[in-house]
């Protein structure tokens, strides 16, 4: 049985080595275009502290250091790490708790990320709430999420029933990641916009920027086959989400 936010922990363990080796590859969407965005709505991060919750292997955060950032941890359950470098810790860990993390009790962060590891938590209301009550002062939350229409679109070709019926079902529903681990099912429950909308605010968070982003003409150019996935699918959506004010702290201010 999975959590009803997200995906089951224990495929992902299986999973994570596939998932960098296909991330690695030239033609991967998250070099092409989600990476890129990511990049820019982190803007400057010199002299910042950063958390990724589930950073894979790691190397998103590495690069981050390289670029100034410092202080900086990581947290994964798949154990695939790389060697981190100087200000970079990497720990096994649920970003479903991060307050139970080792180390991390008491810290607060510049920027947390939750770049498409967000399903996976088991209570994304209280995995958003925690990790809020982590941020600094001026700090804020980057999270991505795949496009939900794409998920209904493609199960609306898989079992010929309408983009609507899919939108909407509660069910959860199971398949198999061809380009990772084809012999590994995972089981998801289905989200609407409002669903993520109404979490962000469930958590205490407002939308400070939200992002779409597409391939360059240039790339869409070289890799068609790519452009025509975002063109069926629509890709990703990318939130910058900052806490809410109350009027106690906007006095304090």
Not at 244 to 249: E, M, R
Request: negative net charge; contains cysteine.
């Amino acid at each position: 049985m999975v959590p009803m936010s997200g995906d089951a922990t224990r495929p992902w363990q299986r999973l994570s080595s596939g998932f960098e080796e296909a991330r690695a590859r030239e033609d991967s969407l998250d070099r092409l275009v989600e990476w890129p965005a990511q990049r820019e709505l982190l803007g400057d991060v010199t002299g910042l502290s950063v958390l990724d919750a589930g950073c894979g292997n790691g190397a998103k955060l590495a690069q981050l250091a390289t670029e100034g950032a410092v202080d900086c941890v990581g947290v994964d359950l798949s154990e695939n790490f790389i060697e981190p470098p100087r200000g970079v810790r990497l720990v096994l860990g649920d970003l479903s708790d991060l307050a139970a993390v080792p180390g991390l009790s008491g810290r607060s962060f510049d920027r947390i990320l939750f770049l498409q590891s967000f399903g996976y938590a088991a209570d994304g209301v209280a995995a958003l709430r925690t990790a809020r009550s982590m941020l600094t002062d001026d700090g804020f939350i980057l999270l991505t999420r795949t496009q939900p229409v794409r998920h209904a679109l493609e199960r609306a070709e898989q079992n010929g029933t309408s983009l609507g019926e899919e939108y909407f079902s509660t069910d959860a529903f199971s398949y198999r990641h061809r380009t990772w681990d084809e012999h590994v099912t995972l089981t998801k429950r289905p989200y609407t916009m409002s669903d993520l909308l109404n979490t962000f605010s469930a958590a205490g968070l407002w939308i400070d920027t939200t992002v779409e982003p597409q391939m360059a003409a240039d790339l869409a150019e070289r890799y068609p086959h790519k452009k025509a996935v975002l063109d069926r699918y629509l890709g990703i959506l990318m939130f910058r989400l900052r806490p809410l004010q109350t009027p106690s702290s906007t006095a304090a201010r």
